[in-house]
């Protein structure tokens, strides 16, 4: 049978809308993902990074068991691992992500510095735990050795895993946990003397206090999240 040219049109006008449905289709989830990216991007760019929010404060800390950085590349049993069984044993505790590669990480290092230096005046058992993201321990070990080690415990997260728990935007971060194990604080970014004066010491000394006296800080010390 012979196809007319009428017969033809109406073919074609027959398969555009499904065209333009498989266009759409194939569009969608690039559209979406841009419009997420975006949203991300100026949430970074609006101001402080710290104000980013986190769905962890007020939550329990996200279980975690990391192979020790000076020894990543050797057989470790669970007892020589960093674990997260550390934290809720009745002390306040800091987590830390870090990476050699991370030019915001070498920025802030004094401020780390200096903050693990205070916590070791107030009590030297408080864990002070880095967590070591997507890094070479070769280039880890380095980086602590000429800037300085502030940690009592060096976890490897080379897969990123524990920091997606974690809910981490990017390195640097860091979280205050609680005595009683749950996330009491997040700052995103380079830390700085104002997040550690105003916001981590005041609530690493309630915390401890609450510890001792078994009652919680007051609203007004509370973090924001």
């Given at each position: 049978?012979t196809?007319?040219k009428?017969?033809?049109?109406?073919n074609?006008?027959?398969?555009?809308?499904?065209?333009?449905?498989?266009?759409?289709?194939?569009l969608?989830?690039?559209a979406?993902?841009?419009a997420?990216a975006?949203l991300?991007?100026?949430?970074?760019?609006?101001?402080?990074?710290?104000?980013?929010?986190?769905?962890?404060?007020?939550?329990?800390?996200?279980?975690?068991?990391?192979?020790?950085?000076n020894?990543?590349d050797?057989?470790?049993?669970?007892?020589?691992?960093v674990s997260?069984?550390?934290?809720?044993?009745?002390?306040?505790?800091?987590?830390?992500?870090?990476?050699?590669?991370?030019?915001?990480?070498?920025?802030?290092h004094?401020?780390?510095?200096?903050?693990?230096?205070?916590?070791?005046?107030?009590?030297?058992?408080?864990?002070?735990?880095?967590?070591?993201?997507?890094d070479?321990?070769?280039?880890?070990r380095?980086?602590?050795?000429?800037y300085?080690?502030?940690?009592?415990?060096?976890?490897?997260?080379?897969?990123?895993r524990?920091?997606?728990?974690?809910?981490v935007?990017?390195?640097?971060?860091i979280?205050?946990?609680a005595?009683?194990?749950?996330?009491?604080?997040?700052?995103?970014?380079?830390?700085?003397?104002?997040?550690?004066?105003?916001?981590?010491?005041?609530?690493?000394?309630?915390?401890?206090?609450t510890a001792?006296?078994g009652?919680?800080?007051?609203?007004?010390?509370?973090?924001?999240?």
């Open positions: 049978m196809e007319t009428s017969s033809r049109t109406e074609e006008r027959a398969a555009l809308p499904k065209a333009r449905k498989r266009s759409f289709g194939v969608l989830p690039f979406l993902f841009a997420l975006g991300f991007f100026i949430a970074l760019n609006a101001g402080d990074p710290s104000s980013l929010p986190s769905a962890l404060v007020g939550k329990p800390v996200p279980a975690f068991e990391l192979q020790p950085l020894a990543v050797a057989k470790t049993t669970a007892q020589d691992n997260s069984e550390v934290l809720g044993n009745g002390k306040p505790a800091i987590v830390h992500f870090f990476a050699s590669w991370c030019g915001p990480c070498r920025e802030e004094p401020a780390v510095m200096a903050l693990s230096e205070k916590l070791r005046a107030q009590d030297p058992g408080i864990p002070f735990f880095g967590i070591n993201y997507k070479e321990a070769t280039a880890a380095r980086f602590l050795g000429g300085g080690d502030p940690y009592t415990h060096i976890g490897v997260d080379r897969s990123g524990t920091a997606i728990d974690f809910g935007y990017g390195v640097p971060e979280y205050v946990i005595g009683d194990g749950t996330v009491l604080f997040r700052h995103a970014g380079p830390l700085t003397k104002e997040a550690v004066e105003t916001s981590i010491l005041p609530l690493m000394q309630d915390d401890a206090s001792t006296t009652q919680r800080p007051s609203a007004g010390q509370e973090p924001s999240g």
